[in-house]
């Protein structure tokens, strides 16, 4: 599968943004789908997954209430709806893909996503 990030920007605090995660290749649906993101100087982090229905989401703490993580099967995309955003969200954002049926959606090891886009930058200003 090809996942392809787009929706990135600079924002103000306070701000929103839509992430979107565009995917093509095999049947969208079989993929438990996550966001990461990585700041500049620090490691990647885990920033939200969601089960392949849809049904079931995560979040880490820091942006539990701000962020909302969704997709639709029917256009192959996934979206973080990003609001009340911080200057301490500026991070390169990653979408990722996970073929494992085990993976009810609550994966958060980086190691265990197989696939990867490319990544759009969030820049929040204070």
């Known amino acids: 599968v090809q996942l392809q990030a787009s929706g990135g920007g600079l924002v103000q605090a306070g701000g929103s943004l839509r992430l979107s995660c565009a995917a093509s290749?095999?049947?969208?649906?079989?993929?438990?789908m996550a966001w990461f993101r990585q700041a500049p100087g620090k490691e990647r982090e885990f920033v939200a997954s969601?089960?392949?229905?849809?049904?079931?989401?995560y979040y880490t703490d820091s942006v539990k209430g701000r962020f909302t993580i969704s997709r639709d099967n029917t256009k192959n995309t996934m979206y973080l709806q990003m609001n009340s955003l911080k200057p301490e969200d500026t991070a390169i954002y990653y979408c990722?893909?996970?073929?494992?049926?085990?993976?009810?959606?609550?994966?958060?090891?980086?190691?265990?996503?197989?696939?990867w886009g490319q990544g759009t930058l969030v820049t929040v200003s204070s």
């Open positions: 990722a893909a996970d073929t494992d049926p085990r993976n009810s959606g609550g994966e958060r090891r980086i190691i265990k996503y197989d696939y």
């Open positions: 290749g095999r049947t969208f649906s079989i993929y438990t």
């Open positions: 969601i089960s392949r229905s849809g049904g079931n989401t």
